[in-house]
């Protein structure tokens, strides 16, 4: 079995790496490019980029950005946030992207997740859950559906998810660990890889996630600086989770 | 020095030409024949689906240059979707005849999670690298193995890799300039 994966995921709007501070207040925290280079050096075995300003008439700044990442980053990263149609999604990998991540749309016309399977394999493929008392949300998590969460999570896959990004609302953002319930419910239903995200206050809580699923999407804990990476990787294999071994390039 | 990267329509050759830029090589995207014959070396990526993939490679010239290829043990390597395409046939889609460079079928995973995800070690090679697959290799031409899986194959020129070097970090670049050096 490969190795649990800790995933840094950085929110983008603009073309910059920006960070809530409430939810209007948006603050600018630097250069996609040199933090995606940053997180890479501290050991991040892949990365997420989510587009939280995301609109049709914006693509074009998307695709750039995910250019200039791929030019310079040699681990896999994932694009969410914006990715409407299959056109999109190709821009998006043919652009340098190794997974496209679908969420809002994919609920409206889950037949989006079949298009992008078939077309680039079912490992390009993420489907994003935001979940909250095991309902499926949307728009950010602001909507709520009618779909359950399991359930959508089984019929992601059976479409073609290679695997489910699942965020608990009630969790992200607290950093008093992840919803370990919830993930292991649909990593029990699902036959494909699942990345817990949401509530990551410490090593201990990243290895709780990573001992019940596949690997683990961190945000606010390692934002305040990339170097903290590092430290929360060597913590997190002191508690006993394996993770890539860091090697420097020779020469 | 010049490497030619095959295009067969879907997959994400602008990693792989980035990875080349930090060894100093230069990536060619073609799918011309004879670019691809002439080639000092040239890689087949990975990603897609292997039907189409063929169909590509049939269309366009590619797969006839590549078997010329390997006649002449010129340098391939295979990474992915492209060392999978190299064998005689495919589960995928319904069942793929492939380009027959090297012996050996592609089979679906049948154990663990689908797609098998992430970084896993690789003995021969000393390291963990990226992996991304739903199917794998069988082959008489197995070099090197990941969790029972078939990591590597080589014979006659042909290089093939299950996972991705060009997204596998620093223990990737240093694959991909030990792969190319003889070239």
């Not at chain 1, 990998?93 to 394999?121: F, K, Q, T, W």
């Not at chain 2, 080639?39 to 897609?48: E, S, Y």
């Not at chain 2, 963990?128 to 006659?156: I, K, L, M, T």
Request: charged share 20%; with cysteine; net charge negative.
């Amino acid at each position: 079995m490969p190795l649990a994966r800790l995933i840094p995921c950085l929110d983008v709007a603009n073309g910059r790496v920006v960070k809530g501070v409430s939810f209007s207040t948006l603050r600018d925290v630097g250069d996609p490019v040199e933090l995606a280079q940053l997180y890479s050096d501290g050991g991040a075995d892949e990365l997420v980029f989510l587009d939280i300003a995301a609109t049709p008439e914006r693509a074009a700044t998307t695709v750039g950005l995910v250019a200039r990442v791929a030019d310079v980053l040699t681990i896999p990263f994932t694009v969410g946030g914006g990715v409407r149609t299959l056109a999109d999604a190709s821009r998006v990998i043919e652009s340098g992207a190794d997974r496209v991540s679908l969420n809002s749309r994919a609920v409206a016309d889950p037949s989006l997740i079949d298009a992008v399977a078939r077309r680039y394999g079912t490992q390009a493929v993420v489907v994003a859950i935001d979940a909250l008392d095991g309902v499926v949300y949307t728009h950010g998590g602001r909507e709520a559906t009618g779909a359950s969460v399991v359930p959508w999570a089984v019929e992601a896959t059976e479409r073609g998810a290679g695997e489910i990004l699942l965020t608990s609302i009630r969790h992200d953002g607290h950093r008093r660990g992840y919803d370990l319930e919830l993930i292991g419910a649909v990593r029990d239903a699902v036959s494909t890889p699942v990345i817990a995200s949401g509530g990551a206050g410490s090593a201990h809580d990243v290895a709780e996630a990573l001992r019940v699923c596949d690997a683990a999407l961190v945000a606010s804990i390692v934002h305040d600086s990339p170097g903290e990476l590092e430290r929360l990787r060597e913590e997190i294999e002191k508690l006993g989770v394996a993770l890539r071994p860091r090697r420097r390039r020779d020469g | 020095m010049k490497v030619v990267i095959v295009d067969y329509g879907a997959g994400n050759t602008r990693s792989v030409v980035a990875a080349l830029a930090h060894l100093g090589h230069e990536g060619v995207v073609t799918s011309n024949p004879d670019a691809i014959v002439d080639a000092p070396a040239v890689v087949l990526p990975g990603v897609g689906s292997a039907r189409s993939a063929m169909v590509h490679l049939k269309t366009t010239g590619a797969a006839g240059a590549l078997r010329e290829r390997t006649a002449n043990r010129s340098l391939t390597l295979g990474i992915c979707l492209g060392m999978q395409l190299a064998t005689d046939h495919s589960e995928e889609d319904g069942g793929v005849a492939g380009l027959a460079l090297i012996s050996g079928d592609v089979v679906r995973l049948t154990r663990g999670r689908v797609p098998r995800l992430g970084w896993a070690f690789v003995e021969a090679l000393g390291d963990a690298f990226y992996f991304a697959h739903s199917y794998v290799v069988r082959s008489p031409h197995a070099v090197a193995w990941s969790d029972d899986v078939v990591a590597a194959v080589s014979v006659d020129g042909f290089v093939g890799v299950q996972f991705h070097p060009e997204k596998s970090g620093p223990a990737g670049l240093d694959f991909l300039a030990r792969c190319l050096s003889p070239a």
